[in-house]
């Protein structure tokens, strides 16, 4: 991803990228194209709307493009509030069930719950880079050329052929 992408999503969402200049982490920045910059935008805006509701936060470690899909690597960080209450830890706290993801009415353990919460919003992501070309945003599609998996668009996959070409001549 181009720095000014990058810079663009470690500024509007810096503490869900806060590690990035940690020598533990991978996270000196993200290594797919510009074409799911709004994914991970998108991503992001979930993890933020998950960090304020429950005071928990998704630290990426790296993000990076792996046999076409987009592939997320994260730790968890739980605020104050979960130090101060014990009982979120415990299990003896829960929230309540509300993603596509549980049926039924009713609560799971908060912690559970959290993480449960944060891996379905990086499922859903990593789920659409099959569909969304990875150089331009458009619709894509996920395919096999001489081993390397890429998720391109037609315009993209023709344009990359034909730079093949070009390099190989």
């Not at 806060?18 to 979930?46: F, N, Q, V």
């Not at 609560?107 to 569909?131: F, N, Q, R």
Request: proline share 2%; glycine share 8%; net charge negative.
């Amino acid at each position: 991803m181009t720095e000014d992408l990058e810079k663009q999503l470690f500024d509007k969402y810096e503490p869900l990228f806060k590690g990035r200049h940690e020598p533990h982490t991978c996270m000196d920045g993200i290594d797919c194209s510009d074409g799911w910059y709004h994914l991970l935008d998108a991503l992001c805006g979930r993890l933020v709307e998950i960090r304020e509701k429950y005071d928990a936060t998704c630290v990426f470690d790296q993000i990076k493009e792996k046999f076409g899909t987009l592939r997320t690597y994260h730790h968890v960080e739980f605020g104050p509030r979960w130090a101060e209450d014990h009982t979120l830890l415990d299990g003896k706290s829960g929230i309540e069930k509300e993603t596509l993801g549980w049926t039924g009415a009713g609560t799971m353990p908060a912690h559970e719950g959290i993480v449960h919460l944060i891996d379905e919003a990086l499922y859903v992501a990593d789920m659409e880079s099959h569909i969304i070309c990875e150089r331009c945003g458009t619709s894509g599609a996920t395919r096999t050329k001489t081993g390397w998996v890429t998720t391109l668009c037609n315009e993209c996959r023709k344009e990359k052929k034909r730079k093949e070409k070009e390099t190989s001549k």
